[in-house]
T-cell receptor, first 111, second 114 residues
Framework: DSGVTQTPKHLITATGQRVTLRCSPR?????VYWYQQSLDQGLQFLIQ???????AKGNILERFSAQQFPDLHSELNLSSLELGDSALYFC??????????FGQGTRLTVV | SQKIEQNSEALNIQEGKTATLTCNYT??????LQWYRQDPGRGPVFLLL?????KEKRKERLKVTFDTTLKQSLFHITASQPADSATYLC?????????????FGSGTRLLVRP
């Protein structure tokens, strides 16, 4: 168990809808990262937050947004969903060390 | 843009042999390079980190080398076991003054036959 909790584990929704994915980092970790992994694809970095502030951005679509709250949990909002958004979405957190600890992911299926 | 290449073909080896996985990168000089293991449908798990001034790092049956001139890292698993079968990801550790992101390669699948 990495200590990173993601909810929900599975999500099925229709095109055009909006969903929110939630991540609780390891206790004490200030950094949270979001990644997207499509079928047979690598992990694509989306965005990083550190102690509530956005610190780094990857190829995140404008339809996607994220935030980190004062209690350090983070949410990833995906709107106007398309079939191609179907993927595993991972959250990771890190503390003083360099390594990232990943959650078990949310599997999003857009139908 | 930065590019990370890992062999997309699966590596199929016999139990007990040494598995060697390659990670090549371009257009960047990371201060650190990390290796992760990912099992199907699960999140990646951190294995090893190597710094740019380190040539080699070991942990139990795992060994990582880092050649910043060749822009290449090699990941070795000695005395491989069927339980080592998984996808192995390398990641460039890209740090700025106030930002930090890990950029992953697409991974190499390792299959260890009993």
């Amino acid at each position: 168990d990495s200590g990173v909790t993601q909810t929900p584990k599975h999500l099925i929704t229709a095109t055009g809808q909006r969903v929110t994915l939630r991540c609780s980092p390891r206790s004490g970790d200030l950094s949270v990262y979001w990644y997207q992994q499509s079928l047979d694809q690598g992990l694509q970095f989306l965005i990083q937050y550190y102690n509530g502030e956005e610190r780094a951005k990857g190829n995140i679509l404008e339809r996607f947004s994220a935030q980190q709250f004062p209690d350090l949990h983070s949410e990833l909002n995906l709107s106007s969903l398309e079939l191609g958004d179907s993927a595993l979405y991972f959250c990771a957190s890190s503390g003083q060390g360099a390594e990232a600890f990943f959650g078990q992911g949310t599997r999003l299926t857009v139908v | 843009s930065q590019k990370i290449e890992q062999n997309s073909e699966a590596l199929n080896i016999q139990e007990g042999k040494t598995a060697t996985l390659t990670c090549n990168y371009t257009n960047y000089s990371p201060a650190y390079l990390q290796w992760y293991r990912q099992d199907p449908g699960r999140g990646p798990v951190f294995l090893l980190l190597i710094r740019e001034n380190e040539k080699e790092k070991r942990k139990e049956r795992l060994k990582v080398t880092f050649d910043t001139t060749l822009k290449q890292s090699l990941f070795h698993i000695t005395a491989s076991q069927p339980a080592d079968s998984a996808t192995y990801l390398c990641a460039l550790d890209m740090r700025g003054d106030s930002s930090y992101k890990l950029i992953f390669g697409s991974g190499t699948r390792l299959l260890v036959r009993p």
